[in-house]
Each structure stands twice: as structure tokens, then as C-alpha cells.
């Protein structure tokens, strides 16, 4: 059930540490379909803001964001599935970074969440 799915993303959200405050919004399109978006803020005031739609029969989720960005909202990296920039070989997944998109594998709030500690790590 995508509640199921639901429930396991605010389990992987509760592991981290250095997270400030939460917020979720869950939509359920049917048991198997459904979007979670939400806004994780850190305690350095960076945000993640994410959103996935999850259909939980497929491996792939059908779209997603991982938008992370410092206190003042400029951006840091973005991950999504945006169908432009087909001229890249993981199209149509990739990664903006700075003033460039990068090919990126689908990631997941976890892999997302321990590349921002690594980051937070290395400052």
C-alpha cells in the first residue's frame, strides 16, 4: 500500500540528525499511487524541498524533485526527472548543480539526505 511507502519515507527522515523541523504532505491517488512532497529544514537553515509520485508496483518513481538550497533559497543542487536535456545519457534523469546540469542516476530521500550530510561534513 502507498501508505506503506509513505510511512517509510518519514522513518528515513526521522535517522537524520542535524534536521530542525519537518513538514509533509501525503496525496493518495489509490493503495498503489500517491504523491509525498515536503520541506526539510536543517539546523543551518538550508532546505530540502522534495516531491515524489510513486506508483509502489514500479522500481522508478514516475517524477520526482530534490531541490536543496542554502538559508538565503539560492540553490545548492536539484535533482529531477524533467524530461528536457535529453542530450545527457540518464536523460531524462539528471542533476543541477550550480550553472550546470550533470547525468545522475534516480536517486532517493536517502541518497539524498546522506549526500547533504557529507556535504554539511566537509564545511
Known sequence: MIEQYFYNVEQKIQLFQN???YKLTKKIYNSKQ?????????????QLEFAEVKNIEKHSKIKYRYHYMDKN???IFRYDNA?????LSTFPH???IVKDVKESIEPNLEDVLLEIAQLKHRI
Do not use: R
Open 19 to 21: 534536521i530542525k523541523t
Open 83 to 87: 524530461p528536457h536535456h535529453k542530450h
Open 94 to 96: 539528471h542533476k543541477h
Open 34 to 46: 500517491g504523491l509525498i512532497s515536503g520541506t526539510i529544514t536543517f539546523e543551518d537553515y538550508h
Open 73 to 75: 533559497k539560492d540553490q
